[in-house]
């Protein structure tokens, strides 16, 4: 009987050439390759590629939060009832975009990688309305509250679209938690800078028209030249603030990928269905209620400390380096949150952060005017350390709230999860900026007056001061029922792994069998 040896040793020395095409047939692929830790390693350059994407998402926003009251209440000289309604009417609109923008994400992500195409899309029209968001048409008041409010729902609604897909891009980076927070601080560190350049460079820009109100007088109010000087430097810091949107957009789209061997399909059914599974995941909904209500703390305080320095404390030629060094201080205390983090856990270290956030923003109340800028200044950088945390923590806890849905559910739908947090994201702004702006009608501010009554300063105390202090004990509380440890996270991870290794084997084995079977019918054909 004829044996034929089929060993490796055998074949290997075996070239068989195909004499019409000249050609050696593929060897057939490995069976399994072990892709290691390295695969799952971000690497550096990836890493700050991502950060960078925060700019588009930072630098209109921020600029916007702090800025905009002002400007719509002094410059375009629009009442503060007219300036709640452009401020809630477009994040009300947002209660439905958010959502949608966040379903169609994901129903277009099961058909390829196209996290960076939607950002991309959604940059000419963040640009666009940002910038015509600074202009002042000669229209009745009216007519541009009805402007302004259709600039600020589309600047939402490309923010939108930009941010849902770039907050759920971490996830599609790698498996390995470490890594996740560790990028997560990187992109958090990145947003912090950007809002430090914004609040820095636009206060740079318009500084000079902060600090007084030109020839304003008793009898006629501001100066028609002080408006328009104003106007011209809200114009040439939002063509700034555009270029660097635009450098840092190309630098994202560039420098990131997605992978696609993280993704677990999501099961067939309906948007709503998935929406409805996403939110009564009972770790999101407590997630959600945390983070609404420390944003909504922040954007309160955000919206109104411009006033609060210049009617309150009398110092508002001093805002901007103020503003500054609290953000300043918020990105350089990330790297100190994460340590903690690793260290006590999330959970502990959000206490800790709500320990110093809570009597910074209760001293807010008692600051007396005219107090030395330097205690001012020492002040925000306090407070900047602690608002960090409330920051980074949240986003940091969110991949921890995928895995275990995704564990429990076998589906991960993460652009739901994110298009819902960023809904509540911009919702609390839009919330707190309203309902500022309705407190200052009913205590009598005046928009074209040199000064203003005593109840303005005190409802601006009452602002910055106890209400925000108390959103930030609800936020501790719905932390402590938040039922996600550090334990359940490993457990987590641990199966994920090990169903995502599963899979890959799966598809490593059926690339092994076919590669088999082309090699040795042009073997076969060879010989």
């Not at 430090?196 to 109100?213: E, K, P, R």
Request: proline share 4%; glycine share 6%.
């Amino acid at each position: 009987m004829l044996e034929i040896d089929c060993s490796c040793s055998v074949i290997d020395n075996i070239s068989p050439r195909n004499e019409e095409s000249g050609r050696v047939p593929d060897q057939p692929p490995p069976y399994y390759e072990s892709s290691g830790q390295d695969k799952e390693k971000v690497p550096i350059s990836r890493k700050v590629a991502l950060a960078m994407g925060a700019a588009p998402l930072v630098l209109p926003i921020v600029t916007a939060t702090v800025y905009i009251q002002l400007f719509l209440l002094e410059v375009s000289l629009i009442s503060p009832k007219g300036v709640s309604v452009v401020l809630f009417l477009g994040r009300a609109f947002d209660a439905i975009t958010d959502p949608l923008i966040g379903f169609l994400v994901n129903l277009t992500q099961s058909k390829g990688n196209t996290l960076r195409m939607w950002m991309m899309s959604a940059l000419p029209f963040l640009i666009c309305s940002y910038f015509f968001m600074w202009q002042v048409p000669d229209f009745s008041e009216n007519v541009l509250i009805g402007y302004y409010t259709t600039i600020y729902i589309v600047l939402q609604v490309a923010f939108t679209v930009y941010s849902v897909p770039y907050s759920a891009l971490i996830m599609y980076q790698t498996n390995d938690q470490k890594e996740r927070d560790v990028t997560t601080a990187f992109r958090m560190t990145a947003e912090i800078i950007f809002g430090v350049l914004a609040v820095g460079i636009m206060g740079a820009i318009i500084g000079g028209s902060l600090s007084n109100d030109g020839f304003c007088s008793d009898d006629t109010g501001k100066d028609a030249a002080w408006r328009e000087n104003t106007m011209r430097m809200y114009t040439v810091s939002s063509i700034v603030m555009v270029g660097m949107v635009i450098v840092a957009g190309i630098i994202t789209y560039c420098g990131t990928q997605e992978r696609s061997d993280i993704t677990i399909q999501a099961k067939e059914g309906s948007a709503f269905m998935a929406a409805k599974r996403v939110m009564t995941h009972k770790p999101y909904v407590y997630l959600m209620l945390a983070y609404f209500c420390m944003f909504l703390s922040v954007a309160i305080v955000q919206g109104n400390l411009q006033l609060y320095f210049k009617y309150s404390i009398s110092h508002v030629e001093n805002f901007s380096t103020a503003m500054g060094l609290l953000m300043l201080c918020a990105g350089l205390g990330v790297p100190l949150w994460q340590v903690a983090l690793s260290k006590f856990g999330k959970k502990k270290t959000a206490y800790i952060g709500a320990s110093i956030i809570v009597p910074a923003l209760s001293s807010l109340m008692f600051i007396p005017a005219n107090l030395n800028i330097y205690i001012i200044y020492a002040f925000c950088c306090v407070a900047g350390i602690g608002i960090g945390s409330g920051y980074f923590l949240p986003w940091s806890m969110l991949p921890d709230v995928v895995d275990n849905y995704t564990v429990e559910n076998e589906e991960r739908n993460e652009s739901i999860f994110y298009g819902f947090f960023v809904f509540f994201n911009k919702f609390a702004a839009g919330l707190g900026l309203g309902i500022s702006a309705i407190f200052l009608e009913l205590a009598g501010y005046d928009n074209d007056a040199c000064a203003q009554p005593d109840n303005v300063d005190f409802t601006l105390r009452l602002l910055c001061a106890p209400g925000p202090a108390f959103l930030v004990l609800l936020y501790c509380f719905f932390v402590y029922m938040y039922p996600i440890t550090e334990e359940v996270c490993l457990k987590n991870k641990a199966i994920l792994k090990e169903k995502i290794a599963r899979e890959r084997q799966s598809k490593e084995l059926d690339a092994y069998i076919n590669g088999t079977l082309v090699f040795a019918h042009e073997y076969i054909t060879y010989m």
